[in-house]
């Protein structure tokens, strides 16, 4: 016991020189990271300058894409990317992809590329609502009679496409283009048809399928009906499903809300950019 207690004796100083030298270098260390280092970048240019040196090869300097690689900095699925989404697909790549692994950058600079990315992301133009989106919804269920074919919010027709998302994937020009110039369907399923069966009953619809014997028909309610082509007395399909007046039944400003009326049912926000496809998709 006597032995134990003078090594203990002996020790103690020594543990407390050595606790007070690792305690004052935790110290030293938590202060120097809280005081700015003379050669620190700031982190608008660490990430332009890790950005062209990993990402830029590729995605162009200005993130809009090239040969190699798509646009990041208006593609709408990038911009609805939280920052920890964007962070992991750096730090671990996109199997199956281009998109390789960036292992090597610390965190800091991985944020620091997020940072940047935002910035170029901003970069673009606000979208601003061309007109009244509630006159437009208005236009839409009643004088120009959209909701007749299509569907919009989870109301309308069943005959056409729905169009809660069409403004997410078409510019403001688009649509507006698609409406007033639509663009005219030479086979019979993108028309509205006529059907006249011998015993004199009459469809008016949609073709769906059509075979060598019979024909799929869906009415302007939804319901579908399934007729023999050896029962069929006429079949006119001169009608078009998509109305080619609304340049002038509709004025500019009414065409504008009904514009607006379409991008707020997709949720098309501000800056937010879009993917530019053609007309009227129809499934």
């Not at 409406?179 to 005219?184: E, G, K, L, Q, Y």
């Not at 030479?186 to 769906?208: A, F």
């Not at 059509?210 to 302007?220: C, Y």
């Not at 509709?250 to 949720?267: G, H, K, Q, T, W």
């Amino acid at each position: 016991m006597r032995r134990s207690s003078r090594l203990r004796s002996a020790l103690t100083p020594v543990l407390a020189v050595f606790l007070t030298a690792s305690g004052l270098a935790a110290w030293s260390q938590g202060l120097q990271q809280n005081i700015p280092q003379k050669n620190a970048k700031p982190v608008s240019t660490r990430g332009k300058q890790t950005f062209a040196s990993t990402c830029a090869g590729c995605h162009g300097l200005d993130g809009r894409g090239g040969e190699r690689a798509p646009n990041i900095a208006e593609n709408p699925k990038v911009l609805r990317f939280s920052d920890a989404q964007i962070s992991h697909i750096i730090e671990n790549g996109v199997p199956g992809t281009g998109m390789p692994a960036f292992h090597s950058l610390s965190h800091l600079d991985v944020q620091a590329v997020v940072a940047y990315l935002h910035s170029l992301q901003g970069t673009k133009k606000a979208l601003k609502l061309p007109g009244d989106p509630d006159r437009g919804e208005t236009i839409f269920f009643g004088k120009a009679g959209c909701s007749g074919c299509h569907m919009a919010a989870g109301k309308g027709g069943f005959i056409a496409s729905d169009l809660s998302g069409y403004a997410h994937s078409h510019a403001v020009e688009q649509i507006r283009s698609a409406i007033t110039s639509p663009a005219a369907g030479n086979d019979r399923q993108s028309r509205l048809v006529t059907v006249t069966t011998r015993i004199g009953e009459k469809y008016v619809g949609r073709i769906r399928n059509e075979d060598n014997f019979s024909l799929q028909l869906q009415a302007l309610d939804g319901t579908f009906y399934f007729v023999d082509k050896a029962d069929l007395a006429g079949l006119d399909s001169s009608q078009t499903l998509m109305p080619s007046d609304y340049g002038s039944t509709l004025s500019s400003n009414e065409l504008n809300d009904v514009v607006s009326y379409l991008m707020r049912v997709a949720n098309v926000k501000p800056g937010e950019a879009v993917a530019q496809t053609d007309e009227f998709e129809d499934p």
